[in-house]
């Protein structure tokens, strides 16, 4: 059974820090692009980055230079660092992990429940 975890969200004044993490089970990590995604009340979910399973990383424009994404392999583990946090960061945040077969064409999709981050004064 696979599971995707995440955990670190909660409230946080402008400006401040937040590291998020998403834990997998029940997958080969090591082959998968784990990506970071977030949802804002009315608004449609947004990729925010992601990261190759060879490593390389990409960030929504909205969030380039102010948050870093990266991976344990050993521990099955991505993480989501976020700096200089800003009131419009304020969304739920969910962990994908995704692989495609380049043999089958088959994709493999799953999601986390989400974890809230809220930034305020």
């Known amino acids: 059974q696979v599971r995707v975890v995440e955990s670190g969200g909660g409230l946080v004044q402008p400006g401040g820090s937040l590291r998020l993490s998403c834990a997998a089970s029940?997958?080969?990590?090591?082959?998968?692009?784990m990506g970071w995604y977030r949802q804002a009340p009315g608004k449609e979910r947004e990729l925010v980055a992601w990261l190759t399973n060879d490593g390389r990383a990409n960030y929504a424009d909205s969030v380039k230079g102010r948050f870093t994404v990266s991976r344990d392999n050993a521990e099955d583990t991505v993480y989501l660092q976020m700096n200089i946090l800003k009131p419009e960061d304020t969304a739920v945040y969910y962990c994908?992990?995704?692989?495609?077969?380049?043999?089958?064409?088959?994709?493999?999709?799953?999601w986390g429940q989400g974890t809230q981050v809220t930034v305020s004064s």
């Open positions: 994908n992990a995704s692989y495609s077969d380049s043999d089958t064409g088959k994709r493999y999709d799953y």
């Open positions: 029940g997958i080969i990590f090591s082959m998968y692009t």
